[in-house]
T-cell receptor
Framework: DTAVSQTPKYLVTQMGNDKSIKCEQN?????MYWYKQDSKKFLKIMFS???????INETVPNRFSPKSPDKAHLNLHINSLELGDSAVYFC????????????FGSGTRLTVV | DAKTTQPTSMDCAEGRAANLPCNHS???????VYWYRQIHSQGPQYIIH???NNETNEMASLIITEDRKSSTLILPHATLRDTAVYYC???????????????FGTGTRLQVTL
């Protein structure tokens, strides 16, 4: 069974559209994250939720809105997509605390045309 | 979180040990040293982490100097499948806020060759 699963794996859409990426983890972790990896391969954290509560909110346009219906799910909704949003988005989960490692999903490659 | 310095790239012959260095001279007492890797187009993969003591698991060994200002990740018998970007990260034992996040740098691109 996949520990952290993201859907869809690939997403091609036009500028101005609204899209969502879903993430689910079956590891029993209480914390989930969204990372963005741009074309230069730099991985940057966007959001983190712990038990459905937002604990990290980096400088991200408010077109990006995460939602965590329960601690096993963290979805990312993006409004009014722009060309610069093209990237690979990774979901991850962990138990809270630095002594625990993250488990990452396999990524969602978003292409805005 | 303390910053880390890693070589941009390294080569290693298949079957030999790959030793990846990392400097973290400003590390604080409550900061862990983590190693992750990212194989092309895949999500980052956790390898190992430690606080003070050397650690070993089925993937690798982590050697942390006594002053904790540097560490080395050792892949004992590198294979072609170990070709990846390896990230050394230090992260504080803080439960919430930006200090608790895992921050990736540029890493070391390890190329394992025949």
């Amino acid at each position: 069974d996949t520990a952290v699963s993201q859907t869809p794996k690939y997403l091609v859409t036009q500028m101005g559209n609204d899209k969502s990426i879903k993430c689910e983890q079956n590891l029993g972790h209480d914390t989930m994250y969204w990372y963005k990896q741009d074309s230069k391969k730099f991985l940057k954290i966007m959001f983190s939720y712990n038990n459905k509560e937002l604990i990290i909110n980096e400088t991200v346009p408010n077109r990006f809105s995460p939602k965590s219906p329960d601690k096993a799910h963290l979805n990312l909704h993006i409004n009014s997509l722009e060309l610069g949003d093209s990237a690979v988005y990774f979901c991850a989960s962990s138990s809270l605390g630095a002594r625990y490692g993250y488990t990452f999903g396999s990524g969602t490659r978003l292409t805005v045309v | 979180d303390a910053k880390t310095t890693q070589p941009t790239s390294m080569d290693c012959a298949e079957g030999r040990a790959a030793n990846l260095p990392c400097n973290h001279s400003t590390i604080s007492g409550n900061e862990y040293v983590y190693w992750y890797r990212q194989i092309h187009s895949q999500g980052p993969q956790y390898i190992i982490h430690g606080l003070k003591n050397n650690e070993t698991n089925e993937m690798a060994s982590l050697i942390i100097t006594e002053d904790r200002k540097s560490s080395t990740l050792i892949l004992p018998h590198a294979t072609l499948r170990d070709t990846a970007v390896y990230y050394c990260i230090v992260r504080a034992e803080v439960l919430t806020g930006t200090a608790s996040k895992l921050t990736f740098g540029t890493g070391t691109r390890l190329q394992v060759t025949l």
